[in-house]
């Protein structure tokens, strides 16, 4: 049986208090145990035709998605770029699990294509260049981003890690520790081409 009908956003529409600025948390339409909010700059016009970029931020350990959104205001402002920052809660199936997004698949759940929804998602609503977004991440945030990078550079025009507590090497040690199997478990090869049009 179908449910009723949801109504496509409408992208030249004004946009309501709720969503322009900093907005809520929103739940993640492809997995509600997820989440995320976002910024959207001053500038931005419903009705202008101008296609903003995209920034994508990771949070740490800590999951302080919404101040680390409020940290890259002032570039948003500067730049002119919507923020996007993921809530990937703790304990998601382990109760005391803090790292499940970190390595990027985790008891069935794929973080990367949780993002990449998101993007879609947020596209649906604001004129973002989705194709290809800048990631940033830190401590924990820049894990994800670190391999992020290694699975999806087509999806990447820029990407900023920072003090990430582990790394994945491109060299024949087994995934994540390096690449080894890399490919049976994402279903993507190691494009090393593709990353090196990414600016780092």
């Known amino acids: 049986m179908e449910g009723p009908a949801v109504p496509t956003p409408d992208q030249t529409a004004p946009l309501n208090f709720y ?8 739940a993640s339409r492809m997995d509600q145990r997820f989440s995320w909010c976002c910024y959207i700059p001053d500038g931005y016009d419903p009705a202008g ?5 995209l920034a994508v931020l990771v949070h740490g350990s800590l999951r302080d998605a919404d101040i680390l959104r409020d940290a890259f205001i002032d570039f948003a402002e500067a730049h002119q770029c919507l923020l996007l920052a993921p809530l990937f809660p703790a304990g998601i199936d382990d109760a005391e699990d803090l790292h499940n997004y970190k390595h990027i698949a985790y008891r069935g759940i794929r973080y990367d294509l949780i993002v990449l929804d998101m993007v879609e998602e947020l596209a649906g609503r604001y004129r973002v260049a989705k194709e290809k977004v800048l990631m940033h991440g830190f401590s924990g945030g820049a894990q994800f981003a670190h391999r992020f990078f290694y699975l999806h550079p087509s999806r990447l025009r820029a ?22 199997g890399m490919e049976e478990i994402f279903g993507r090869p190691l494009d ?3 990353m090196r049009d990414v600016a780092v």
């Open 192 to 194: 090393v081409a593709a």
């Open 49 to 53: 035709d101008r296609v903003h970029p």
């Open 19 to 26: 969503r322009r600025g900093r907005t809520p948390i929103f």
């Open 159 to 180: 990407v900023s890690v920072g003090a990430p507590g582990t790394v994945t090497l491109p060299d024949q040690r087994d995934w994540w520790v390096g690449v080894k």
